[in-house]
């Protein structure tokens, strides 16, 4: 593992193949495939693809009772942000993609999803509660700028009076600041932003294309100021690698005026646990085994606990310090958890098809 070479700007070490859903391992068959790296040398860069689709709905529900939510909207599929750690990644393999190198070149987006917004709020039965955006990939990714689509919905909800909450590690997210203002004027939005590391060459190790720290702390600070609620998530801590942040990362923030934070330890779901294995082996070998040894003493054992109730909720000696720390460092710079209530009241159905009632 450890003579990969990572591709520069990417994440993943590799393409690795799902096994869970039949999608195949390539093969050895004699011929020019099987020593094209050998003889070319590995494909130095890789280049973003982008597949228009074409959903039938675009709000997902779900009655987990591990998450605050129970609505999201993914505007993209895939990430080019290419965070080794990310749990979405084995979302791709129900494409027949690869969660590695697939999940961060290969993307879908949906440029109906504002259309397909207003057509389901539209709807006489719909009940608005807050709908979250950016809860499996990141809705201010890179090509956001290109296709607008967050920006759309923001719109839609915006005219709707439809609470919304938003989680990304981008700070295109301030691009949309006029939108976010008006929306937090009625107490119908709220933001938060993912700092992993201080440490900026890290981060371009475990989140090559998102915005480095600085940025995203940044942004936090143009947030408060802007009187938008947002909080810091100090999301994923990782044992051995960002750890050392975690108190650093709630100063930065506090002394911007964030005054709210969370934290989550790293989840290794299904193929992202082979591939952050092997990102471990091919940039830290020194530690690699440290650091899973750690992880799966959080984890029950196993690289991942998948179970409800146990999966948001790490557990034993590790887990104790750091609640401990956050806890304390929390405390010293007068910070909180976010208080998310939104007002769902205001709520207004718009037209299906976005024309004005005569009413």
Known sequence: MASLIPSKGRGACSSQAPTRLGLP????????????????????????????????????????????????????????????????????????????????????????????????????????????????????????????????LLETCL?????????????????????????????????????????????????????????RLDALGALTDA??????????VIPSITDSDLEGILAQAAARGVSAATWIIVRLPHEVAPLFREWLETHFPERAGKVMATIQSIRGGRDNDPRFGKRMRPEGVWADLYRRRVRLAMQRHGMGRPDIFLDCSQFRPPSAHGQLSLF
């Open 25 to 152: 391992s390539r093969d050895a068959d004699g011929d020019w495939l099987d020593v094209h790296d050998l003889v070319d040398g590995p494909v130095d860069k890789l280049r973003t693809t982008v597949t228009l689709e074409n959903p039938k709905t675009i709000i997902s529900f779900n009655r987990s009772p591990d998450i605050p939510f129970d609505r999201s909207i993914n505007a993209y599929r895939g990430c080019e942000h290419g965070c080794i750690y990310c749990f979405a990644r084995p979302t791709h393999a129900f494409h027949d993609l690869s969660p590695g190198l697939d999940f961060e070149t290969k993307l879908f987006a949906k440029p109906t999803a504002a259309k397909l917004l207003r057509e389901t709020l539209a709807k006489p039965g719909y009940r608005p509660e807050p709908i979250a955006m950016g809860t499996n990939t990141d809705p201010y990714q890179p090509i956001e700028a290109r296709y607008l689509i967050t920006r759309e």
């Open 159 to 215: 005219e709707a009076r439809h609470p919304v909450t938003i989680t990304t590690k981008s700070d295109r997210v301030v691009r949309d600041l006029d939108l976010l203002t008006a929306l937090a004027a009625r107490n119908l939005v709220a933001v938060g932003i993912s700092v992993t590391s201080l440490d900026a060459k890290l981060s371009r190790l475990l989140e090559p294309r998102a915005a480095s720290p600085a940025k």
């Open 227 to 236: 009187g938008v609620p947002c909080h810091v998530s100090v999301a994923p």
